[in-house]
């Protein structure tokens, strides 16, 4: 099946500070997703992006399909960004997410 | 508002019961999912099913069974032979059915998910 990798695993982070994630996967890709999911469980739907770049506040998105990478870009971060972040995507010619193992980040006052 | 509803957010469950989960979306989306997710570890797909009376096994389906009787409902019994039940359910829907195209193609959306201890 897909493998999807995530990177870092973990990221601690003071608050204002930007930061990359990475999500690779090993083929191509109808679908794509980025999750966030907060210390209650909830995984919140930051990004549909199976190609292109979207932004949305101070986080953006951007998928090269072509090259089988996306990238998450959250900028001057708040201790409310805390979380695990997940990048989930959907094989063409399948038609279910699976999921990277995350990021974990940690961003203090 | 419309969303998905998982209930109950908490469920112990002694060895040998079967226990359900219940999941119900109002969003008239077609599909649905249920994965399992361990601590530190992303989610596996356990189960899918794409329209009412019809489903099918994902990654994990072992000791898990389904039903799809409404587009709005799709509960998850843990039966008691799932050796290793303790883990977070969470529940998803999408508005699309495989083969729709690239057309077609919508985000998924989650529930709050269930914890599930054996005690």
């Known amino acids: 099946g897909i493998q999807v990798e995530q990177s870092p695993p973990d990221l601690i982070l003071q608050e204002g500070a930007n930061s990359t994630l990475r999500c690779n996967f090993s083929?191509?890709?109808?679908?794509l997703q980025w999750f966030h999911q907060n210390p209650w469980g909830q995984l919140i739907n930051l990004f549909y992006i199976p190609s292109g770049t979207k932004q949305n506040g101070r986080l953006s998105a951007t998928t090269v399909a072509t090259e089988r990478y996306s990238l998450l870009y959250i900028s001057s971060s708040q201790t409310t960004d805390s979380g695990v972040y997940f990048c989930?995507?959907?094989?063409?010619?399948?038609?279910?997410?699976?999921f990277g193992k995350g990021t974990m980040l940690l961003v203090s006052p | 508002d419309g969303g998905i509803t998982q209930s109950p957010k908490y469920l112990f469950r002694k060895e040998g019961q079967n226990v359900t989960l219940s999941c119900e979306q109002n969003?008239?989306?077609?599909?649905m999912y249920w994965y399992r997710q361990d601590p530190g570890q992303g989610l596996r797909l356990i189960y899918y099913s794409q329209i009412v009376n019809d489903f099918q096994k994902g990654d994990i389906a072992e000791g898990y069974s389904v039903s799809r009787e409404k587009k709005e409902s799709f509960p998850l019994t843990v039966t008691s032979a799932q050796k290793n039940p303790t883990a977070f359910y969470l529940c998803?829907?999408?508005?699309?059915?495989?083969?729709?195209?690239?057309?077609?193609?919508?985000?998924?959306?989650f529930g709050s998910g269930t914890r599930l201890t054996v005690v």
């Open positions: 989930a995507v959907e094989p063409a010619g399948y038609s279910t997410l699976t």
């Open positions: 998803a829907s999408s508005i699309r059915r495989a083969g729709s195209g690239p057309e077609g193609k919508y985000g998924y959306t």
């Open positions: 083929d191509s890709v109808n679908n």
């Open positions: 969003l008239n989306h077609d599909a």
